[in-house]
């Protein structure tokens, strides 16, 4: 087990070049598919060691501050609900601290420096813990760490001192927070695909958190479902293309480029789990039904962070491998379509958490075109996105919750009229949904501004239609925006008063939420509108973060006046479109049912689930058909005809062994073959029982014989209690044997037995045989004393030199115990069948002679009958 | 309840013998026959024969441990000193040695793999504790009400 630390100080390569931000890559060099691409500067020229105080601190924090995550989440689902609403404050410590140690790095991280830090773990297998943190992994720490914090911060009010199972799921947010940072944190493919898995089963259990509703655990395994053989199909993915590449590390994927139709089919597979995670056409069906869970969960998995996992993976692999063919089409389309499906079924939900959900598989199929795109400005611009549908979508989401906590309702028409107290939390929807739409002055407008240009900039053959996709999507989100605010805020006040439904409160009972409720959503606005007015502030790390993942990316400079442009253009018209679109809804319900038509995995989940019971259903009804004997036939059998069959055709006959050296073997041998036919023919099971103990103290006595007493010793032992657990067995079972009245049966038995006896016999004789290099015994034996410090050799093996192998066999030990015992449980009548004390035979079988239990009511004084 | 005095007497003259017996085969298990698993099956042995003499209740009054406390205690004694070594930066079950000056036996050297087999010794103890436990007598319904609620805990 070897540590190894190291730090990469690629920065300041291209420094004079006038691109200050340019980081160095390995140029992969002949590869035909990046001939296009610029000769890039290699890694060793210009590099600059920086020495800093406290490097070293640095690189441990990484898996530190991973560690902290686990052992605190974990700690946190022990105390179980000890700790109350303080169990969120607890939580909120890894993703705070994280965030503050984020912090301090930045001035680093912005000059182009790289923290990394590797523990190899299998290295046979390439398996390692690699961390790496550049700019593209700040940036989605950034959102990991601060929004996490921000939505426990928010927890604390959502919850109550009486929520249920509240350590349980504080616990598993910071488990999933510390997944979360190992996928963006990783540098190694597989563990990579942990942390990936990690996060889907958290989210698995957090969308489940109700576990009384059988509508939060239909859900919570769809989401798992899909998402977890997503990740499975992107592993298959992942192990092709890193023995193209030669190594499981992603930066060595990347920089080795491979190419070919096994790559292209494996990044097909990574497309798969890309497009599972991030809710991508067709696979989106399970993010709607993931808003079963509490709002907090799902501003925080299923807007801000979980669901970009597969868009941050994207973003890794596309400037790469967007040179490919297929790879822009195919990842565009979806995209798109994504981004318009989603679109139009928000436009329909009533519910605003659920249009709020639809809003969010939108938006994510918008990063999807940018990061599918690839080329440099895409990527810019999809950095900007990222970060401001984060800062929008959650604040958007603790709104909702909030709306949903004071009234009991989110649903469009059935919220209350709120009063003026209400303000503060209509103006943080307001700024939040605007920026959503791309409304000037807000950081969204700055996002679809950039994205607008570099799609302008891309030099797309039909850049035109991709234009006209994004126009269209973007016009779609703004119409729903508008009608989550009007929802909300503006058409209860137009309603006649009315009765209130069920659960929900009457206008005048409804109180704002407390200002700590507001905060988090507030301050996340306000860094909307900050982020929107000076979006030069964040020149520096959007341009650190794209050139980490392109390093032809140009040092972008983000501003909210641009003059005149396209870009301008285009957003006025989203503008005109998006409100047209919302005022004419009614008109539109033809087209938007249009998006309720569109086929979608939810579909075929269900059928599949279908199929997958029925065909599991036909398959247990033949292979468990619950008979003892065809079961132990077919062990028999497999276990006997397969090696002999590999036998037969393979192996060289070693000729006959010398079959008895003394007459001791013939004698013990004699008894032996007596004893097994005894057991075999005989009709009483105890006499059965005990033939068959003959035959293995007569192993014991070969053993002895051939001078093994440890064998000897362990036989004997072993005889000993199976034959008296038999017996404890066997006064549950008839006293004899029941008589084959079919003949061919018997036959069959006789066959099978037959054939199991050839098969260890030439197995035996075979394996003793066929020994082509020396006995590792011989360096065992030798090695016993000085090694293993005894001179028990049988024994050091099992304790020193397999210690592992035994370690294993314990352990199959206990649960097979463990499972035994559940068994003969489970066969017991139910606890109040009045059961006599006395051993009076079992409804079942009356009569029969076998339950005369060897109990109590058996058992006589010896003394009486001797005095 | 009705006992066979003679085999009742025996067994307690030879049960505590027997477990001796067992302990000496684990502990000289390293360099004479014997060991963790056999020294186990011994124990077990002995454990039968006090089943035989005295039905489930005796072998319950044996111990105040359950067998699956047994069993699970003997699998952590085994995977500790498994692990351990790790601690240390040495590899998986890495064997080491001390040899301590006992009073009036001399010097006794032990080794990690000692401790291993200890845990095989109690697992396979609680193994057969478990087996007469469950294929016994049939236990009361209390007791099993309150098995069950205690190997959820």
Same mark, same amino acid.
């Given at each position: 087990m070897g540590e190894r630390l190291s730090v990469d100080c690629l920065g300041r390569t291209a420094r004079g070049s006038g691109r200050p931000w340019h980081r160095a890559r390995v140029s992969s060099g002949g590869d035909a598919a990046l001939a296009s691409r610029p000769p890039l500067p290699r890694e060793g020229s210009g590099r600059r060691w920086k020495p800093r105080f406290g490097r070293v601190q640095r690189l441990v924090a990484l898996i530190a501050l991973l560690a902290l995550h686990a052992v605190v989440g974990l700690g946190i689902i022990a105390s179980g609900d000890r700790l109350g609403r303080r169990a969120l404050l607890v939580g909120a410590v890894p993703p705070a601290l994280t965030f503050l140690w984020l912090g301090f790095q930045v001035p680093d991280l912005l000059d182009g420096e790289v923290i990394s830090s590797s523990v190899s773990w299998v290295p046979a297998l390439g398996l390692a813990i690699d961390l790496r943190l550049d700019g593209f992994s700040a940036l989605m720490v950034v959102l990991v760490a601060g929004i996490g914090t921000a939505v426990f911060a928010y927890a604390t009010r959502y919850f109550s001192e009486a929520t249920p199972n509240l350590g349980r799921l504080a616990g598993l947010l910071t488990l999933f927070a510390g997944a979360m940072l190992g996928v963006v944190l990783a540098d190694n493919v597989l563990l990579l695909y942990t942390c990936w898995e990690l996060t889907s089963v958290t989210s698995y259990l957090l969308i489940g958190n109700d576990h009384t509703s059988a509508k939060a655990r239909a859900a919570a395994l769809h989401a798992l479902l899909v998402t977890v053989a997503g990740g499975l199909v992107m592993l298959g993915g992942f192990v092709v293309l890193a023995q193209s590449a030669g190594s499981y590390r992603l930066t060595a994927i990347l920089d080795a480029a491979p190419s070919g139709t096994g790559v292209s089919v494996a990044l097909v597979l990574v497309l798969i789990g890309v497009a599972t995670k991030s809710a991508q056409y067709p696979f989106h069906g399970w993010l709607p039904g993931a808003m079963a869970a509490p709002t907090p969960v799902s501003a925080y998995l299923h807007s801000a962070t979980m669901v970009k996992a597969g868009v941050y993976l994207l973003a890794r692999l596309s400037p790469v491998f967007a040179v490919l063919g297929f790879w822009q089409p195919l990842v565009v389309t979806v995209g798109l379509v994504t981004m318009i499906v989603g679109g139009l079924r928000a436009l329909r939900q009533t519910d605003l958490k659920l249009l709020l959900a639809f809003g969010t598989v939108s938006q994510l199929g918008f990063m999807t075109v940018l990061f599918g795109l690839g080329t440099p400005e895409a990527v810019g611009a999809g950095c900007v996105l990222l970060l401001a549908h984060g800062l929008f979508k959650a604040a958007l989401f603790m709104v909702v919750g909030m709306l949903d906590h004071q009234t009991g309702t989110r649903d469009i028409f059935e919220l209350p009229a709120l009063d003026r107290r209400w303000r503060p939390v209509a103006a943080v929807a307001v700024v939040s949904a605007a920026s959503m739409s791309g409304i000037p002055l807000l950081f969204g407008f700055i996002a679809k501004e950039a994205a607008y240009e570099a799609v302008i900039d891309s030099g797309l053959g039909n850049a035109a239609v991709v234009l006209g996709g994004l126009v269209a999507g973007s016009a779609l989100t703004l119409a729903y925006s508008l009608r989550l605010v009007w929802g909300a805020f503006v058409t209860p006040h137009r309603r006649a008063p009315r009765e209130p439904a069920d659960g929900v409160k009457a206008p005048e009972e409804v109180e704002p939420p407390s200002l700590g409720f507001l905060l988090p959503g507030a301050v996340l606005a306000a860094f909307t509108v900050v982020l929107g007015l000076i979006p030069g502030t964040l020149d520096r790390l959007i341009s650190t973060a794209s050139s980490s993942l392109d390093a032809r990316v140009e040092p972008l400079h983000l501003a909210l006046w641009h003059g005149v442009t396209t870009p301008l253009a285009l957003s006025a018209i989203t503008i005109g479109l998006g409100t047209v679109v919302f005022l004419r809804l009614g008109r539109l319900r033809q087209v938007l049912a249009i998006g309720a038509r569109v086929p979608t995995s939810g579909d075929a989940y269900l059928g599949v689930l279908r199929v997958l019971n029925?065909?599991?259903?036909?398959?247990?009804?033949?292979?468990?058909?619950?008979?003892?004997?065809?079961?132990?036939?077919?062990? @028999?059998?497999?276990?006997?005809? @397969?090696?002999?069959?590999?036998?037969?055709?393979?192996?060289?006959? *070693?000729?006959?062994?010398?079959?008895?050296?003394? *007459?001791?073997?013939?004698?013990?041998? %004699?008894?032996?073959?007596?004893?097994?036919?005894?057991?075999?023919?005989?009709?009483?099971?105890?006499?059965?029982?005990?033939?068959?103990?003959?035959? %293995?103290?007569?192993?014991?006595?070969?053993?002895? @014989?051939? %001078?093994? *007493?440890?064998?000897?010793?362990?036989?004997?032992?072993?005889?000993?209690?199976?034959?008296?657990?038999?017996?404890?067995? @066997?006064?549950?079972l008839p006293d004899r044997f029941e008589r084959k009245s079919v003949a061919s049966l018997r036959v069959l038995r006789f066959v099978i037995a037959g054939t199991v006896a050839a098969g260890i016999f030439v197995f035996a004789l075979l394996a003793g045989g066929s020994r082509t290099t020396e006995p590792v015994s011989d360096e065992m034996v030798e090695r016993s004393y000085p090694d293993g410090r005894g001179r028990n050799v049988v024994n050091v093996i099992l304790v020193d030199f397999r210690g592992l192998d035994t370690m294993g066999e314990i352990t199959v030990l206990a649960a097979a115990a463990i499972g035994a015992v559940a068994l003969a449980r489970a066969g017991r009548r139910p606890p109040g069948f009045a059961e006599p004390t006395t051993g009076t035979p079992p409804a079942g079988r009356p009569g029969d002679p076998a339950h005369t239990t060897a109990g109590d009511g058996q058992r006589m004084l010896l003394e009486e009958t001797i005095t | 309840m009705k006992r066979l005095v003679i085999l009742d007497r025996s067994v307690r003259v030879i049960f505590h013998a027997v477990l001796i017996g067992s302990l000496w085969l684990l502990f000289a298990g390293h360099n004479q026959p014997g060991g963790g698993f056999v020294g186990g099956l011994v124990a077990g042995a002995a454990v039968a024969m006090q089943y035989v003499a005295g039905g489930i209740d005796e072998v319950r009054s044996l111990s105040r441990f359950r067998p699956w406390t047994i069993l699970g205690t003997g699998l952590l004694v085994s995977a500790l000193t498994a692990t351990i070594p790790i601690l240390g930066g040495h590899e998986v079950l890495e064997s080491g040695v001390m040899t301590v000056a006992l009073p009036a036996i001399g010097d006794v050297k032990i080794t990690s793999a000692l401790a291993f087999d200890v845990g095989v010794y109690l697992l396979v103890v609680g193994l057969i504790l478990m087996v007469f436990e469950s294929f016994g007598d049939e236990p009361p319904v209390d007791d099993l009400r309150g098995q069950t609620s205690g190997s959820g805990g």
């Open positions: 029925a065909v599991a259903n036909r398959i247990t009804g033949v292979v468990q058909n619950g008979s003892l004997p065809i079961y132990t036939g077919v062990i @028999l059998l497999t276990a006997a005809v @397969l090696p002999l069959a590999v036998f037969v055709t393979a192996a060289e006959w *070693p000729g006959w062994p010398e079959l008895a050296a003394e *007459p001791g073997h013939v004698l013990v041998s %004699g008894v032996l073959i007596g004893s097994a036919l005894a057991a075999a023919m005989i009709r009483r099971r105890l006499s059965a029982i005990l033939f068959l103990g003959v035959t %293995g103290y007569g192993m014991a006595a070969l053993f002895v @014989l051939r %001078g093994a *007493p440890d064998l000897a010793l362990t036989q004997v032992a072993i005889e000993t209690l199976s034959t008296v657990l038999f017996v404890l067995v @066997l006064r549950k | -």
